[in-house]
């Protein structure tokens, strides 16, 4: 019995080293060699600095910046809380958004909801629209379009507010990944985006696009996913390529 336990015992050593040090130790050093840039997180860095990954989006939302998707992952593109927002597209909180009161008693958004989003797109991005009624009554003091109203607006029983872009919005500008942490955008929303990036920076706007052009990816394989544009990369080739100049 003695002798079958020490095979036993032996033989699990043995695997042990193998596939937990050998194996694993192999792989880790293949990695840094052939991707070593992919195995250390697809990091950027400026400076020396790190800004970012190409594979984790994050927030942008000064105009002069081309805008990522939204995001339900946390407070908003938070790697340690990666999700969607589990709606359907039926679902009225999706739609139309929700409020809720924060610890100061103070009413406050709670999920945006698509139309908000819209509203908000087009708005930025100077899309002519139609709607029941006018957007300066959703407005705070300082001229900015308050999300609170709006949502409420959108979910008013007897008469909600209703607003109807006259041009298709692309879907990743106003829906969330599954991920939540979605780096890229379509090439069709940052060529809308690139009317605003050029005015806010006083650049030209075949500058801006051509930029764009150059950070569009193409399908893998030329069949597997959709073209897209890193927002992070596109944006620290604008500050290079493209500084505001007022």
Known sequence: MLKELKSGFLMMLVMTILTGFVYT????ALAQVLFHDQANGSLITVNGQVVGSRLIGQSFTKPEYFHPRPS??????????????????????FINGTTKTDD????????????????????????????????????????????VKLIKAFNDEKAPFTFMPNAPIPADAVTASASGLDPDISPRNAEIQSVRVAKARGVPIDLVRRL?????IGRTLAVLGEPHVNVLE??????????RKH
């Open 104 to 147: 100061k008693n103070h009413e406050i958004v709670d999920f945006p909801g698509v139309k908000d989003r819209i509203v908000n797109y087009c708005v930025e991005n100077e899309i002519s629209y139609t709607s029941s009624q006018p957007l300066e009554r959703f407005k705070d003091a300082q001229g900015n379009l308050d999300d």
């Open 212 to 216: 764009v052009a150059e950070h569009t």
């Open 72 to 93: 339900s992952a946390g407070a908003g593109y938070d790697p340690t809380a990666t999700a969607g927002s589990n709606l359907g597209p039926t679902s009225a909180k």
């Open 234 to 243: 596109l944006n620290l080739a604008l500050d290079e390529q493209a500084p």
């Open 25 to 28: 130790g192999v792989v880790t």
